[in-house]
């Protein structure tokens, strides 16, 4: 079992940074990856960001590529997602949730509110 908190969210100018921090409570072990998610109101869920356990693959939307990038420190369990040059279009709630090696994302966050301002 593994709990995710997100955490870092908030409002920010066109053109400004975040950062991310998903922080996991688990009961069992690391899981192969973790992905960011986002929602914006009247939108379907999309993929932002994976990242395996490791550390040593990245897999990002095209929306985001060269903008965000996603890191592990599995020494604290949290899995970290840099959010550079934001756009209003970047507006939504964000996620992060686990996968083990087969199957679908099975933990997620709470989620946490990403706000980009013209």
């Known amino acids: 079992q593994v709990r995710l908190v997100e955490s870092g969210g908030g409002l920010v100018q066109a053109g400004g940074s975040l950062r991310l921090s998903c922080a996991a409570s688990?009961?069992?072990?690391?899981?192969?990856?973790t992905g960011w998610f986002r929602q914006a109101p009247g939108k379907e869920r999309e993929f932002v960001a994976s990242i395996t356990h490791s550390g040593d693959s990245t897999v990002y939307a095209d929306s985001v590529k060269g903008r965000f990038t996603a890191s592990r420190d599995n020494a604290k369990d949290t899995v970290y997602l840099q959010m550079n040059s934001l756009q209003p279009e970047d507006t939504a709630v964000y996620y992060c949730?686990?996968?083990?090696?087969?199957?679908?994302?099975?933990?997620w966050g709470q989620g946490t509110q990403v706000t980009v301002s013209s």
């Open positions: 949730a686990e996968r083990p090696a087969t199957g679908s994302y099975i933990y």
């Open positions: 688990r009961r069992t072990a690391s899981a192969y990856g």
